[in-house]
């Protein structure tokens, strides 16, 4: 994996700024949620995954008590499945048996049009009804196609709908915590 992601590359957040941000968002998503046995949260293959571990990281030190972790898989819920060159590898969604009464918190790396956020909400759905669902982002880009918004963002990133954002995370791509952005 390159490092810099792209020759053109911006670093926009370090690890230390993404610790920063997801810190704050634990810290919101604890004031929104009192009852924090009722929650899940659910990332969204892959890097969402990793946001949603190390936001349950945050939440368990800051409160003494962890927090129930999913994964919820978009990937036959996409809406673009006939317009992709290569689908995204399936992975084995994991979310509680029961969801009645429960807060799923949808994890992801980038908000971008809001067609993941949707395809994972079919997914849930598949699984039962939650009592609501939220959603955490660690950067929000703009550019929405469908009336979907973030209750918890790590950054606002404005970027022109030609631009990448890169997220890299060592557990996944072997090199530091960041986050990137092409240049235009």
Known sequence: MPYPPSPTANLILDAAAIDRAL???AHEIIERNPDLDKIVLAGIPSRGVQVAQKL???IEQIE???VELGVIDVSMHRDDLRLRN???PIEVSQLPHDLAGRTIILVDDVLFSGRTTRAAMDAIASFGRPARIQLAALIDRGHRELPIRADYVGKNLPTSINQRVY???EKV???PDSVWMEKE
């Open 56 to 58: 349950a990281a945050n």
């Open 64 to 66: 003494k008590k962890p």
């Open 167 to 169: 997220v890299r995370f």
């Open 86 to 88: 290569k689908l995204s």
């Open 173 to 175: 791509d072997g090199v």
């Open 23 to 25: 810190r704050r968002i």
